[in-house]
């Protein structure tokens, strides 16, 4: 059961996290200049942004979690199936930044979710 | 319209470009070396500390404390770090379309590098399901990056 949380956590998080730093980063605007002084103010006007803590606050939170399910269960398993993700990923970005998942993403979410499927299986 | 003037670009720039170099390719091997090898370190590290027991909030502090003193922890930390730096330099030059599909090898890396470096058992169950991912990893990595319209 513990599994199933952590596994929950480390993917709503991690994409949550990723979402909310990419909302932050259009926000922010995108980068043209990549002298030292134009990325410094970069990361001064990126490190201003509300959502970009929130995100760091999810990605830690998706870190420990991994940790955490690092502690009883094997790399071998848990890295693959947190590429999940790319799965939770394509939704929350229709959603909460409006983007266009074209039906070639999605088949290839859905290959993505099929091995997850087999990782999850072999574990039993 | 703006994905087709998009895919105009990033044609041109690969047009400009004489094609994937020497450094392209080693930072990408940076790549998915130092992440599977991050999170390998991330797993022994943590197999060494072990779970907390009945996740009491002392209990949880104790290995909270255990990470933050544990070396395999900390190198781990480093080699995700190291691979996120190749990550985000290697997209000064390259498509994030022709990076992203190349670090799904990194799953199968992961799996290369667990059995070799902490003896764990990969069935051929779990190959066939890694190897999957990365077909489909590969798959989402080559769609349009970019699908909103620019600010």
């Excluded at chain 1, 995100?55 to 071998?76: P, Q, W």
């Excluded at chain 2, 590098?113 to 590969?138: K, Q, S």
Aim: charged letters at 10%.
């Amino acid at each position: 059961m513990r599994e199933y949380l952590f596994l929950f956590i480390i993917v709503v998080a991690g994409m949550g996290g990723d979402l909310c730093v990419s909302r932050a980063m259009k926000s922010v605007g995108e980068v043209h200049d990549f002298r030292p002084a134009a990325i410094f103010q970069f990361v001064l006007r990126a490190t201003g942004a509300g959502w970009t803590w929130i995100g760091i606050g999810l990605m830690t939170l998706a870190f420990f979690a991994l940790l955490a399910m690092l502690s009883f269960e094997n790399v071998t398993f848990v890295v693959p199936v947190t590429a999940l993700s790319y799965a939770a990923g394509p939704l929350g970005a229709t959603l909460f930044l409006h983007e266009r998942i074209s039906r070639q993403r999605l088949l290839g979410v859905l290959i993505v979710c099929i091995g997850v499927t087999f990782v999850w299986l072999s574990k039993h | 319209m703006y994905g087709n003037q998009y895919k105009g670009q990033t044609t041109d720039r690969m047009k400009d470009s004489p094609g994937p170099h020497f450094k392209t390719y080693f930072f990408i091997l940076l790549m998915v070396l130092f992440a599977p090898l991050g999170n390998v370190l991330l797993g022994k590290g943590m197999k060494g500390i072990g779970s907390a027991k009945d996740w009491a909030p002392t209990d949880i502090f104790h290995v909270f404390v255990s990470i933050t003193t544990s070396s395999c922890i900390w190198l781990g930390i480093a080699c995700l770090l190291a691979s996120f730096m190749a990550y985000m330099l290697v997209l000064t030059w390259a498509d994030y379309s022709y990076v992203q599909p190349a670090s799904s090898f990194s799953y199968a890396v992961v799996a290369t590098l667990g059995y070799f470096i902490l003896g764990e058992t990969v069935n051929p169950l779990r190959w066939t399901g890694i190897i999957i991912i990365c077909a489909g990893v590969f798959v989402v990595g080559h769609t349009q990056p970019r699908t909103t319209e620019k600010r």
